[in-house]
């Protein structure tokens, strides 16, 4: 079971602060073209940044047994794929929307972060992230930093892209405000199908494996829209819509955005403007709902986004106090993370949480700056072992063991800041 801790880390927050930003700036297209000359822009884009080490970022504090461990952000294409400085004067919001794909001399463009909110992660561990302000997909690789990307107007057609999920098959079901239905992409990221049945302003989105079903929160209906996963046909609706967002009666929403199924079937609700969580069983049955307003431990203040993690703790992206708290399914904190700021682990403009249950890794996304953080959760299983461990060697029973289980795999030379740096 996880611990609630309250204190902070320390972990030079000046120095880990500086080197935060200096590689925000190295990774903006602005570094990678702008400069009054070549000199200049040749060192933005083969100068080598200082390794940061994150492994010593671990919740709660040592001497504690650390249930969360920090790995890693992303925010935008490698600088090592921009070839060369010398572009015709396109207006940087072009670039990044993808309309000008090339350089005037043939390099790449550097494609980067704007407003990431919904998030997915296939059968390989890619993470897709969809960006409102670039109109675009990111997809990023976690173990080489390579990018790949679904375009708008190339492989599909954007407005306002917002929630994301993933099925058991790798097709991805991408939400669209915008145009009010939601995009499925089958494994080759072409779109294939589309959800347009009942949908006013679809939000996030959440996938039921077992029971085949996918769950779709409409933020102007006030309502969860659920669709069979194979057929795409309506099944029902889950609220009372037409309210204007004014109930508070258990079982109807206001405002709903994140969602999330944990292994029993059972869904998860973010009542963003209700400030609480609500759980239904897979048949859309009322069961339990927990949360009240207030910047304590354990309260809301506008929850957007909900993950579960392996172990069935419910994860809780808190925007207004950007905040991450961990729940037991009832309701009980264990423990929080983060807090207004840049460093790792905190958060500026947190709207969202997804989890990857086959790694254990949990990632959020931030708007200011966008970015993307990824965690190690450390499993219950995991936990037990290493406290036995440390039983054991407080008796004198057995020597010092490597903490394993609990640290995170070391990024490569170059490539630990949130952008992968250049060479």
Known sequence: MLELRKRTIEI????????????????????????????????????????????????PNPPAIPRIRYVNWYSAQPLKDVDSPKTKKEGWMDRLAGTVPQSDGGGKVLFQLGQPYGMAVDSKGKVYVADTKVGAIFIFNTETRDVEMIKNKVEAHFVRIIGMAMDDNDRLFVSDPGLKHVLVFNAQHKAEDVITDGLVEPSMLAI??????????????????????????????????????ELTTPGDFAKPTGI????EGNLYVADTLNNRIEIFDAD??????????????????????????????????????????????????LISLGGHGLLPGQFQGLVNIASDNKRNRIYTSEIYPGRVQELRYITDSEYDQLRKEREALRAGNAPKKQDEAATATPPKTGESSSAPQPK
């Open 12 to 59: 030079g927050p000046m120095l880990l602060a500086a080197a935060l930003l200096l590689t925000i700036i190295t990774a903006s297209p602005f570094a990678a073209y702008a400069g009054k000359n070549k000199k200049a822009a040749d060192t933005a884009t083969t100068a080598k940044a200082k390794v940061i080490d994150y492994s010593n970022i671990v919740w």
């Open 260 to 263: 999330a199924v944990d292994q």
């Open 208 to 245: 039921d494996t077992q029971n085949r079903l996918v769950y779709v929160s409409d933020i102007s209906l006030d309502q969860i829209l659920v669709y069979d996963a194979d057929s795409l046909k309506l099944k029902r609706k889950m609220g009372t819509g037409g309210k204007n967002h």
């Open 284 to 333: 859309g049955t009322f069961i339990r709902t927990w949360g009240k307003a207030g910047d304590g431990p354990g309260y809301f203040a506008r929850p957007k986004g909900v993950a579960i993690d392996s172990d069935g703790h419910v994860w809780v992206a808190d925007g207004m106090q950007d905040r991450v708290q961990v729940f037991t399914p009832e309701g009980q904190l």
